[in-house]
């Protein structure tokens, strides 16, 4: 039932899609071409899509790697210093207090 209704949704969306966007594409097919010009333009253009939205699912999962990779190691090693250091003072202060 889910799956039926989701490609239903997607159904709808690209219906409505292309109900928006017909008159604009209209002008760029060109009138004076034949069907086949046309065919092809309309291919390109989703050609275009296509690519471009491989290379958004590449770009976000690269950025996903370069988090884990790089960030986060980089993160948890300044929260360890950091500690270390908050140690490291409150030894000094306990120290400097019995010298007087």
């Known amino acids: 039932m889910r799956k039926g209704l989701q490609r239903a949704a997607i159904v709808v969306t690209l219906a409505i899609?292309?109900?928006w966007l017909?008159?604009?594409?209209a002008p760029l097919l060109g009138a004076g071409l034949d069907l086949g010009g046309a065919a092809v333009k309309?291919?390109?253009?989703v050609l275009a899509l296509c690519a471009?939205?491989?290379v958004g699912a590449m770009?976000?999962?690269s950025s996903k790697y370069l988090y884990r990779r790089y960030i986060i190691p980089c993160r948890r090693?300044?929260?360890i210093n950091r500690i270390r250091d908050r140690r490291n003072?409150?030894?000094a202060a306990s120290r400097s207090n019995s010298v007087h």
Do not use: F, N, T, Y
């Open 42 to 45: 309309v291919l390109l253009v």
């Open 77 to 79: 090693a300044r929260r």
């Open 89 to 91: 003072w409150q030894e």
């Open 52 to 54: 471009l939205w491989l």
């Open 59 to 61: 770009l976000w999962d």
């Open 22 to 25: 017909l008159p604009k594409i």
């Open 17 to 19: 899609l292309a109900w």
